[in-house]
């Protein structure tokens, strides 16, 4: 059965069966990526998925079930089984969502590019292989490239509900990436890069190997510094994955299950005033954007932290009911879990500096260029100790690559100890914009 036809089948089940809420929720994948080792392709994977859950709100009680066959026996069987969950919870204040007027078209986010779908293994394969070649030939000391690969991926989920919500939305991507280790003398250092978008540009694509090396040639001899206390510099590639590890703080369970500090801070500053952070579902082309959160509640822009002062938490059905509120269409779920709390598309407004005009406004930093792991970050504490390279910078100028070294200190203070940002975010598909930024107040550990 096909996904549509399966959603309305349960909701004919549903209706049959006597029951006024429930909602389905189908997501199909599809990927085809290659490995490219010793001028050939050293492995292909190719996968696809498929899987619909039901939700069935009862009397207030939510049950939830999943199956990924989809023949009428699978779906009365998982429809069955959600009724039964439902009847085994406690029961809460929660209705399903009333449907949205006026949504937009999903096209509209410019989020599927149909023409990706006719890249062939033989295009994709003469992409990681030109990705090689070039790497291997822009400097003798390129020793190996272990991580080189390109792939095309595809996904689509559809909501159906019985009150009578129903989108469908479609995206897909087309990545390369490569990793090349280099060597001179006792020294080995890996660089890395990257290139992900929906509109396929093969001489992009394929430029990714040159760039690299480019980034493991430049930390050739690095060093430890000693402990200290200087700015640090983010790039606007480590700005987002460190930030990105905390921002859960801004979601309404997280508060509720006293998992947050922000509780009880709405209408505080808790950051500086060149400071504003807000959620956009609607850029086109970002990886977090949709018109309907995955209840099918109309999505929209959300200030989260203005001039430095905290806004709004991130809402669901079920954590707006907890507070009579209503859902800011932030509910986030798959096929086979229940409902929780996500951001679309993070921004952090930018600045007004260039990265280089950010490096020179210090005597002396440290600019990170690459994070290493994240055990010592505390999404709840705020805690941050992570290990990371980059360059000391002496009036603006890299004066000396640096490794094995850690960056300390807490995510809610940071907030404050932002002393300039940069005016550009990193440039392929994220759901996270965060500049470069000039932070001041981290300890550094060698």
């Known amino acids: 059965m096909q996904p549509e036809a399966a959603i309305e089948h349960v909701l004919g089940l549903a209706r049959q069966s006597g029951l006024a809420e429930v909602d389905v929720l189908v997501e199909r994948g599809e990927s085809l990526g290659l490995k490219i080792r010793d001028a050939k392709v050293e492995k292909v994977d190719q996968s696809t998925s498929l899987g619909l859950g039901v939700r069935v709100l009862l009397d207030g009680r939510t049950g939830l079930a999943y199956t990924e066959r989809l023949e009428a026996s699978a779906l009365r069987r998982v429809l069955d089984e959600a009724l039964e969950n439902a009847e085994l919870q406690d029961q809460l204040e929660v209705n399903l969502p009333d449907p949205a007027e006026d949504v937009p078209a999903a096209e509209a986010l410019q989020l599927y590019n149909p023409e990706l779908e006719q ?124 930030l990105g590890m905390f921002f859960r703080a801004f979601h309404a369970d997280a508060a509720q299950k006293g998992t947050s500090r922000l509780v009880g801070r709405l209408g505080e500053k808790i950051a500086g005033e060149n ?50 509120r209503t859902s800011t269409g932030h509910a986030r779920r798959s096929y086979n879990s229940g409902i929780g709390t996500g951001s679309h598309n993070l921004v952090m407004e930018k600045g007004s500096y260039s ?12 600019l990170v260029t690459s994070l290493e792991g994240a055990a010592g970050c505390n999404s709840i ?40 940002l940069g005016n550009c975010y990193q440039p392929y598909l994220s759901n996270v914009f965060v500049p470069p930024m000039l932070l001041d107040g981290l300890a550094i550990s060698g």
């Not at 690559?401 to 932002?418: E, H, K, R, W, Y």
Request: proline content about 4%.
């Open 119 to 242: 890249l062939s293994f033989e295009e994709l394969a003469e992409v990681g292989l030109e990705i090689e070649a070039t790497a291997k030939q822009t400097d003798q000391r390129v020793f190996t490239l272990p991580y080189l690969g390109v792939s095309r991926e595809s996904g689509e989920w559809i909501l159906g509900t019985s009150k009578g919500t129903h989108y469908r939305q479609r995206a897909n991507s087309a990545t390369t990436y490569c990793g090349a280790l280099l060597q001179e003398g006792e020294y080995r250092k890996t660089g890395f890069w990257f290139w992900q978008m929906r509109d396929w540009n093969r001489a992009e694509a394929a430029a990714i190997g040159p760039k690299a090396v480019k980034e493991g040639t430049s930390l050739l001899g690095a060093k430890s510094i000693q402990n200290c206390k200087m700015p640090v510099i983010l790039d606007e590639y480590c700005a987002p994955q460190l």
């Open 275 to 324: 400071v504003t952070l807000y959620d956009d579902p609607h850029i086109p082309g970002a990886r977090g954007s949709s018109h309907l959160d995955s209840e099918g509640v109309l999505t929209q822009k959300l200030s989260l932290v203005e001039q430095g002062v905290f806004e709004n938490f991130l809402y669901h059905v079920e954590s707006a009911s907890k507070e009579q």
């Open 355 to 366: 990265l280089e005009e950010l490096c020179q406004q210090p005597e002396r930093a440290l």
């Open 381 to 420: 504490s705020g805690d941050i100790s992570i290990g990371v390279q980059g360059f000391l910078l002496e009036k603006g100028e890299r004066v000396q690559p640096v490794d094995s070294i850690t960056i300390a200190g807490n995510f809610f203070d940071l907030l404050s100890q932002i002393q300039g």
